[in-house]
């Protein structure tokens, strides 16, 4: 990869991440607005420095709840209250609540906001873009259950534990309270310094996630760990506890070529790191995912020979194009780019299966992040999926989007552009149905 392509990567990572920090600060006045709605938030508290509150005393600086991803959410709504009867969803959130958004399955809280001894209870659930609920409250949990005084990042993307690396892993974590910053590193194989990989700095108080623009094609057993930074640049608290992941050279008959909606992530809120929102998760069948967020037909094809040949897949799914037609690129381009994408396979004995283009919905990318669409889009998407289906392996997965209106439904897609969990398992059952009856069920590489 040259100088320039990492420049170009770098820019879009933090065109990105200005999207999601702008569409941030258009829904709430302070990234954790915290009301105080009940006299006992009043009192005042000492700071000694404990892992764990005791005896339902809260002692300490910050604690930090955890609970389960819920999928879809774009935020998270908590509750407090001093009792635990009566929370549940009927619950009269302007009168008896403290009330605040997050964007992670997990929050820091500054302890001075709660009483020193008086028993307080917690639960949450999961908003969509409009701030409705579209969960239940969790059971409720003691806050003297939380972990006080973390002193490091909490850790939410779980590279170890998915079947085949992405090409382009993602890190997330939980932000840190008072945080400015963070810094990400990666090591090749021993956690030494000698051999430090990457480093990334990430601006934002509640930054919580880094796209890694290297692609990892050399197997082996790498780690990665976050640390918060302060205003300064100096760290705030320690490094996470070093993450391994693998890359596997060998086995992967099957790959994933894309853009964002086959590198992954949703909802908005929620990386690719989650393999929830990552389609070839649910095709039942082992998958390389070589997709990139913010690809473009031209830049597929640009990086085939270097993301694609070091895997030696005998079948590579490609999905791609969308970019291109929402930016206003005509459909010929389009259709020009994926023949050479074809090309490439033929080459080098690779079987390609084209994935149809899914809708957009204009509208919601405006909301989600401000971008105006191609008034020719439809038009435009449609001719390239014309030329998709006339390919001898193909699978249509267009109609499983499709409205009335011919855009995507905000019930696939929150954003328009990126669908979400139900999207993604649409997807990749598809695919899996497709691979199995066209190259055969009992496969080795087939079975589930």
């Given at each position: 990869?040259?100088?320039?392509?990492?420049?170009?990567?770098?820019?879009?990572?933090?065109?990105?991440?200005?999207?999601?920090?702008?569409?941030?600060?258009?829904?709430?006045?302070?990234?954790?607005?915290?009301?105080?709605?009940?006299?006992?938030?009043q009192?005042?508290?000492?700071?000694?420095?404990?892992?764990?509150?005791?005896?339902?005393?809260?002692?300490?600086?910050?604690?930090?709840?955890?609970?389960?991803a819920?999928?879809?959410?774009?935020?998270?709504?908590?509750?407090?209250?001093?009792?635990?009867?009566?929370?549940?969803?009927?619950?009269?959130?302007?009168?008896?609540?403290?009330?605040?958004?997050?964007?992670?399955?997990?929050?820091?809280?500054?302890?001075?906001?709660?009483?020193?001894?008086?028993?307080?209870?917690?639960?949450?659930?999961?908003?969509?873009?409009?701030?409705?609920?579209i969960?239940?409250?969790?059971?409720?949990?003691?806050?003297?259950?939380?972990?006080?005084?973390?002193?490091s990042?909490?850790?939410?993307?779980?590279?170890?534990?998915?079947?085949?690396?992405?090409?382009?892993?993602?890190?997330?974590?939980?932000?840190?309270?008072?945080?400015?910053?963070?810094?990400?590193?990666?090591?090749?194989?021993?956690l030494?310094?000698?051999?430090?990989?990457?480093?990334?700095?990430?601006?934002?108080?509640?930054?919580?996630?880094?796209?890694?623009?290297?692609?990892?094609?050399?197997?082996?057993?790498?780690?990665?760990?976050?640390?918060?930074?302060?205003?300064?640049?100096?760290?705030?608290?320690?490094?996470s506890?070093?993450?391994?992941?693998?890359?596997?050279?060998?086995?992967?008959?099957?790959?994933?070529?894309?853009?964002?909606?086959?590198?992954?992530?949703?909802?908005?809120?929620?990386?690719?790191?989650?393999?929830?929102?990552d389609?070839?998760?649910?095709?039942?069948?082992?998958?390389?995912?070589?997709?990139?967020?913010?690809?473009?037909?031209?830049?597929?094809?640009?990086?085939?020979?270097?993301?694609?040949?070091?895997?030696?897949?005998q079948?590579?799914?490609?999905?791609?194009?969308?970019?291109?037609?929402r930016?206003?690129?005509?459909?010929?381009?389009?259709?020009?780019?994926?023949?050479?994408?074809?090309?490439?396979?033929?080459?080098?004995?690779?079987?390609?299966?084209?994935?149809?283009?899914?809708?957009?919905?204009?509208?919601?990318?405006?909301?989600?992040?401000?971008?105006?669409?191609?008034?020719?889009?439809?038009?435009?998407?449609?001719?390239?999926?014309?030329?998709?289906?006339?390919?001898?392996?193909?699978?249509?997965?267009?109609?499983?989007?499709?409205?009335?209106?011919?855009?995507?439904?905000?019930?696939?897609?929150?954003?328009?552009?990126?669908?979400?969990?139900?999207?993604?398992?649409?997807?990749?059952?598809?695919?899996?149905?497709?691979?199995?009856?066209?190259?055969?069920?009992?496969?080795?590489?087939?079975?589930?």
């Open positions: 990869m040259t100088r320039s392509d990492r420049n170009r990567l770098s820019r879009q990572a933090n065109n990105r991440r200005k999207r999601r920090t702008s569409f941030v600060l258009r829904t709430m006045s302070i990234l954790f607005c915290l009301v105080l709605l009940f006299p006992f938030f009192s005042s508290i000492s700071f000694p420095c404990t892992s764990q509150a005791q005896s339902g005393d809260l002692n300490g600086k910050k604690i930090r709840l955890v609970w389960e819920i999928p879809d959410a774009v935020a998270y709504q908590l509750v407090f209250r001093n009792q635990h009867e009566g929370m549940k969803d009927e619950i009269n959130l302007e009168n008896n609540t403290l009330y605040n958004e997050i964007y992670t399955p997990g929050v820091e809280l500054d302890i001075s906001l709660f009483p020193k001894r008086e028993a307080v209870w917690w639960q949450v659930r999961a908003l969509n873009l409009d701030r409705e609920p969960s239940p409250f969790t059971d409720p949990m003691k806050l003297v259950d939380g972990e006080v005084d973390p002193v990042p909490f850790i939410t993307a779980h590279l170890d534990t998915l079947a085949r690396l992405p090409l382009y892993p993602t890190y997330s974590w939980i932000p840190v309270l008072n945080a400015a910053a963070y810094e990400v590193q990666i090591f090749s194989r021993e030494q310094s000698n051999n430090l990989k990457k480093s990334y700095v990430i601006k934002g108080a509640s930054s919580f996630d880094c796209y890694d623009i290297d692609a990892f094609t050399e197997p082996g057993i790498y780690w990665w760990r976050v640390v918060a930074l302060d205003a300064k640049g100096q760290q705030l608290g320690k490094w506890e070093a993450q391994p992941f693998t890359v596997q050279g060998e086995g992967n008959i099957v790959a994933a070529l894309g853009d964002s909606v086959t590198h992954g992530g949703g909802a908005i809120s929620n990386p690719p790191s989650d393999p929830v929102y389609w070839t998760s649910y095709v039942g069948i082992p998958m390389k995912n070589l997709g990139r967020s913010g690809d473009t037909t031209n830049t597929i094809y640009a990086r085939f020979d270097y993301d694609v040949l070091p895997f030696h897949p079948i590579l799914v490609i999905m791609g194009g969308i970019n291109d037609i930016a206003g690129t005509p459909a010929s381009d389009v259709i020009n780019n994926l023949r050479q994408i074809r090309e490439k396979c033929q080459e080098n004995k690779i079987i390609p299966v084209f994935l149809t283009l899914t809708p957009v919905n204009p509208a919601l990318i405006k909301r989600a992040f401000n971008e105006d669409t191609s008034s020719e889009w439809q038009s435009e998407w449609h001719k390239v999926n014309e030329w998709i289906k006339d390919q001898p392996y193909h699978v249509d997965i267009t109609p499983i989007f499709m409205s009335g209106e011919g855009v995507m439904p905000a019930q696939f897609a929150t954003d328009g552009l990126h669908p979400d969990s139900k999207g993604k398992a649409l997807i990749g059952q598809a695919v899996g149905k497709f691979l199995r009856q066209t190259f055969g069920e009992t496969s080795a590489f087939f079975r589930p």
